[in-house]
T-cell receptor
Framework: DAGVIQSPRHEVTEMGQEVTLRCKPI?????LFWYRQTMMRGLELLIY????????DSGMPEDRFSAKMPNASFSTLKIQPSEPRDSAVYFC????????????FGQGTRLTVV | QKEVEQNSGPLSVPEGAIASLNCTYS??????FFWYRQYSGKSPELIMF????GDKEDGRFTAQLNKASQYVSLLIRDSQPSDSATYLC???????????FGKGTHLIIQP
């Protein structure tokens, strides 16, 4: 298996633009997580899905952020409109089930909003 | 508010010595704990997990859990320069899904 695949690896965008991050989890994994990592706040859980259903989005910072998982092999995290404070590395991770801590991370998307 | 606390470091250890990384957590309901290693510019990778009180050994790594003290540690024996990285402690369970991460400890192994 190729592991968790994220795209793009790097994204630079202007403030106010829409940004869409993409993730393909490991085949057979039922849970998918979106994390954001910054120096100040470390690694924060934004939202997670179990069997394609959003379970907890309490970590999503505000309404500008939204996430979808239309099928078991694809998820998106969208920011609209983007702001400079959204600049961070966004990781997608998947695990066999919702209670397993053995999460496997993708390579991340480094987002810079200017 | 579930929190996992780690000393950010940097923790500097000479090559060949034992590196000791520590972590405390606030949620008594947390059931399992994980240590992830993250090299600069890379994604976190799981190196150890522990569910029960006591020690768990895997090669040069030993994880220790004390639920009464809400304390988790990771020992790295015979430290190598390639062990230089940020080590993230994470807790799971306790009624909340997903992992709660500490901010990580930056470990430097000096050749």
């Amino acid at each position: 298996d190729a592991g968790v695949i994220q795209s793009p690896r790097h994204e630079v965008t202007e403030m106010g633009q829409e940004v869409t991050l993409r993730c393909k989890p490991i085949s057979g994994h039922n849970s998918l997580f979106w994390y954001r990592q910054t120096m100040m706040r470390g690694l924060e859980l934004l939202i997670y899905f179990n069997n394609n259903v959003p379970i907890d989005d309490s970590g999503m910072p505000e309404d500008r952020f939204s996430a979808k998982m239309p099928n078991a092999s694809f998820s998106t995290l969208k920011i609209q409109p983007s702001e400079p404070r959204d600049s961070a590395v966004y990781f997608c991770a998947s695990s066999l089930d919702r209670l397993s801590g053995e999460a496997f991370f993708g390579q991340g998307t480094r987002l810079t909003v200017v | 508010q579930k929190e996992v606390e780690q000393n950010s470091g940097p923790l500097s250890v000479p090559e060949g010595a034992i590196a000791s990384l520590n972590c405390t957590y606030s949620d008594r309901g947390s059931q399992s704990f994980f240590w992830y290693r993250q090299y600069s510019g890379k994604s976190p990778e799981l190196i150890m997990f522990i569910y029960s009180n006591g020690d768990k050994e895997d090669g040069r790594f030993t994880a220790q859990l004390n639920k009464a003290s809400q304390y988790v540690s990771l020992l790295i024996r015979d430290s190598q320069p390639s062990d230089s990285a940020t080590y993230l402690c994470a807790g799971a369970g306790g009624g909340a899904d997903g992992l709660t991460f500490g901010k990580g400890t930056h470990l430097i192994i000096q050749p």
